[in-house]
């Protein structure tokens, strides 16, 4: 399939252990903000979203944090398996239906 | 419940040529968004189709437009195809309030 995420910042982790992605978003006024795991040849697929009145929310494996202050945001994969090897996109929107705006992109690999 | 569905998955077109691309929009979604991502890139807003009409666009010029149908699937039309519109085309399909993003697998346009 075709390759994504040529030339992104790469982040290799042995299987099992946990992952942390980071992102830095754009727009203060953003209130929504959705993380992203994308496989080769394949469109972005959800993996957990957070609004801007939480700083913390957990999913199965994976918790995402959110820092308004900094206006950052992590995602953390906890046990990292070889099929969470893929790009990970951070998006950000305000609410009322305006669009996505991506971040640039993370490439996890995992080392079994 | 059915997801994002596009169509056609890869196009090759020669420069010059005129494009028609296909989204079927996640059951209960009303808005829909179009996405190109270059390789290597994050995906950039097209634009965005409300109740039939476009009511967001990035920067992108006219010579991409869009049409949404009552069914609230949609197309994505490129004329004067360049060799830089070589991309994958994502469509992503949403609720009225701005969340539950749902993204299709895309289309993969190549132009030689």
């Known amino acids: 399939g075709e390759s994504v995420g040529l030339h992104l910042p790469t982040l290799s982790v042995q299987e099992g252990d946990n992952s942390i992605i980071n992102c830095a978003y754009s727009?203060?006024?953003?209130?929504?903000f959705i993380w992203y795991k994308q496989e080769s040849g394949k469109g972005p697929q959800f993996i957990i979203d957070i609004r801007s009145n939480m700083d913390k929310r957990q999913g199965q494996r994976v918790t995402v944090l959110l820092n308004k202050t900094v206006k950052h945001l992590s995602l953390q994969i906890a046990a990292t398996q070889p099929g969470d090897s893929a790009v990970y996109f951070c998006?950000?929107?305000?609410?009322?239906?305006?669009?996505?705006?991506f971040g640039k992109g993370t490439r996890l690999s995992v080392i079994a | 419940e059915t997801g994002v569905t596009q169509s056609p998955t890869h196009l090759i077109k020669t420069r010059g040529q005129q494009v028609t691309l296909r989204c079927s929009s996640q059951?209960?979604?009303?808005?829909v968004s179009w996405y190109q991502q270059a390789l290597g890139q994050g995906p950039q807003f097209i634009f965005q189709?409300?109740?039939?009409?476009?009511?967001g666009r990035g920067n992108f010029p006219p010579r991409f437009s869009g049409l949404q149908f009552p069914n609230y699937s949609s197309e994505l039309n490129v004329n004067a195809l360049e060799l830089d519109d070589s991309a994958l085309y994502l469509c992503a399909s949403s609720l009225e309030s701005g969340y539950g993003y749902t993204f299709g697998s895309g289309t993969r346009l190549t132009v030689v």
């Open positions: 059951s209960g979604h009303n808005t």
């Open positions: 727009n203060s006024a953003s209130d929504y």
């Open positions: 998006a950000e929107t305000r609410s009322g239906n305006t669009p996505l705006v």
């Open positions: 189709y409300y109740r039939e009409e476009e009511n």
